[in-house]
């Protein structure tokens, strides 16, 4: 069973830029996450959780939301099944908890698409 935990989280002024990691773990022994899709997501208070950026773990091929493009950016070290989520020019809208996905098909930006979750990390971006 895939395993996710986030880390990176926490308070940064507006204009600052924080990191996010998301450690994979739970495949059998000799699989890879080739055949995933791992996503970032973010769930504001009151607010649907959204779709931030995704990775075909194999390829490398990303997709960002267009309210983040050009800020955030999505990213993965294969050798350590660690996902990334550089976030730059943070602003107060962008306040939420993060969470990481992952999943083998399904759509990329919907939350349906997802089976598998971390427990999130909260960002806090203050004015």
């Known amino acids: 069973q895939v395993q996710l935990v986030e880390s990176g989280g926490g308070l940064v002024q507006a204009g600052g830029s924080l990191r996010l990691s998301c450690a994979a773990s739970g495949l059998a022994s000799g699989q890879t996450f080739d055949t995933y899709r791992m996503g970032w997501f973010r769930q504001a208070p009151g607010k649907e959780r959204e779709f931030v950026a995704a990775?075909?773990?194999?390829?490398?091929?990303?997709n960002v939301a267009i309210s983040v493009k050009g800020r955030f950016t999505i990213s993965r070290d294969y050798s350590k099944n660690t996902l990334y989520l550089q976030m730059n020019s943070l602003n107060p809208e962008d306040t939420a908890v993060y969470y990481c996905?992952?999943?083998?098909?399904?759509?990329?930006?919907?939350?349906?698409?997802?089976?598998?979750w971390g427990q999130g990390t909260q960002v806090t971006v203050s004015s």
């Open positions: 996905a992952a999943a083998v098909t399904g759509l990329i930006y919907s939350v349906r698409g997802y089976d598998c």
């Open positions: 990775i075909r773990w194999g390829s490398g091929a990303t």
